[in-house]
């Protein structure tokens, strides 16, 4: 019985209580991955029980609000907190995962692609929208994650269920031309940052066949601001806007600036 008997020192002191912390989440991390490096940044952390309020895939970055100790009673009220974003979107290739870090499923011609038509696409998405998950995402359907039946090719037995998010604002703040060459570049060192398993070698692999280095083509790409509620897909909006106009899309860069009233500008990075 004496073993079972816990001894002051074995005892791990919890000393830092409820707080809130507006975390950066750098492209490439995963979520856990941030926490492991705010224990390591901030020592006092180590010992803390941490969760975060909002997933960021890891092709995103930006705000993560992080819970320590008490605050996570407060999970759900975090949870429901509005976002801002800032998205690129690349027109010309579509993957399964809706992002760089997928399996292009599609290419197509961008030359038809205009201003205007981007702008009309955008207006589909004000106010109340019904939005599919993403094949490669973490929803649960009949206790398996959908990107677990993504992998196990499996979706095909699945109705992707769907949710009704709210889009307040979505406008586009440009329009510009990446090279051939900087496009390969940018998707090969963002792929790079990306721990775990996540097909890298398959997916660069595949980007390398339908980009080269040396070339001398110009893709379209948009930036796009989204003021959402909690729960929204960025890179479903890039996927669906190509939809909409018949060009291939996806989410080259997210960028997610504002959690309720906590900024990226602020965030400890």
């Not at 507006?22 to 991955?33: A, D, F, I, S, V």
Request: net charge positive; hydrophobic share 35%; glycine share 8%.
């Amino acid at each position: 019985m004496q073993n079972d008997i816990k001894k002051d020192s074995d005892v791990v002191p919890r000393t830092v209580g409820g707080k809130v912390l507006n975390l950066y989440k750098q492209l490439g991390e995963t979520p856990r991955e941030r926490l492991d490096r705010l224990r390591a940044q901030k020592p006092e952390y180590a010992h803390e029980v941490l969760s975060y309020a909002g997933r960021l895939d890891p092709m995103a970055e930006g705000v993560m609000i992080t819970l320590v100790g008490s605050a996570n009673k407060m999970r759900e009220a975090y949870l429901d907190m509005s976002k801002e974003y800032v998205l690129d979107v690349l027109f010309g290739f579509a993957t399964d995962t809706y992002d760089a870090l997928g399996r292009i499923m599609e290419n197509g011609d961008t030359a038809a692609l205009t201003k205007k038509a981007i702008e009309k696409g955008l207006n589909e998405f004000r106010g109340h929208v019904s939005q599919e998950y993403p094949p490669y995402s973490s929803k649960t359907v009949e206790g398996k994650s959908l990107f677990e039946w993504a992998r196990a090719g499996a979706l095909g037995a699945l109705v992707l269920p769907r949710k009704t998010v709210t889009i307040y604002d979505i406008t586009l703040e440009g329009i510009y031309k990446i090279k051939e060459p900087a496009l390969l570049s940018y998707i090969e060192t963002s792929v790079d940052k990306v721990h775990g398993d996540f097909r890298q070698e398959e997916i660069v692999a595949g980007w390398k066949r339908k980009l080269s280095a040396t070339g001398d083509r110009e893709f379209s790409c948009a930036t796009i601001k989204i003021s959402c509620s909690s729960g929204t897909y960025a890179r479903s909006i890039a996927h669906g806007l190509g939809k909409d106009l018949g060009i291939p899309a996806l989410a080259l860069h997210i960028l997610r600036t504002k959690v309720g009233d906590y900024e990226s500008s602020k965030s400890l990075k």
